[in-house]
């Protein structure tokens, strides 16, 4: 895990909710496809720890993730989930998500194939002439960083839930 977060983080952000020592979760964005005509789309990913679910902790780290995102020119998130997931379908859906489609049998894991549904948000305007993505070192030294990073706190309650 620190060599997949390692290599992410050098140009998209993984956010993470701490509370007390304690990683009750993470979301993070990678990169969509390798072709410069999608640089400024990402597929995005959520956990949250089994015993802090429904305390508002995905909201709130996805909150700050798509501000980061924004802010470094990102346009669309995409969101793979295998399926079936009724409670990731609702968050996505319930966050401005929309599906797109289901990939059939694409999925190996847990010694079985899964479907794996695809959902599309818009986490800013398409510019008419987009510039290349901020190097996301470049906005960890900007002043508003901190309050990208922070967006989604006040979407989290304390405790379990």
């Excluded at 997931?85 to 968050?91: F, G, Q, T």
């Excluded at 190097?135 to 379990?160: C, F, M, N, V």
Aim: aromatic share 12%.
């Amino acid at each position: 895990m620190r060599r997949r977060i390692a290599e992410t983080t050098v140009a998209y952000p993984w956010v993470v909710c701490d509370r007390d020592g304690v990683v009750t979760g993470y979301a993070y964005a990678t990169q969509h496809r390798t072709r410069a005509a999608y640089q400024w789309c990402v597929e995005t990913s959520v956990y949250v720890h089994p015993d802090f679910r429904h305390s508002g902790i995905a909201r709130g780290l996805y909150t700050s993730l798509f501000a980061i995102l924004a802010a470094q020119g990102f346009v669309n998130a995409y969101a793979g989930i295998t399926l079936p997931n009724a409670r990731s379908v609702a968050l996505h859906e319930k966050l401005g998500f929309l599906p797109l489609t289901v990939y059939r049998g694409i999925g190996f894991k847990a010694g079985a194939w899964h479907d794996v549904g695809w959902w599309h948000l818009v986490v800013s305007p398409h510019p008419e002439f987009p510039l290349p993505p901020m190097p996301l070192a470049d906005l960890q030294r900007d002043p508003q960083w901190e309050a990208l990073l922070s967006a989604g706190i006040s979407l989290i309650r304390s405790g379990h839930s």
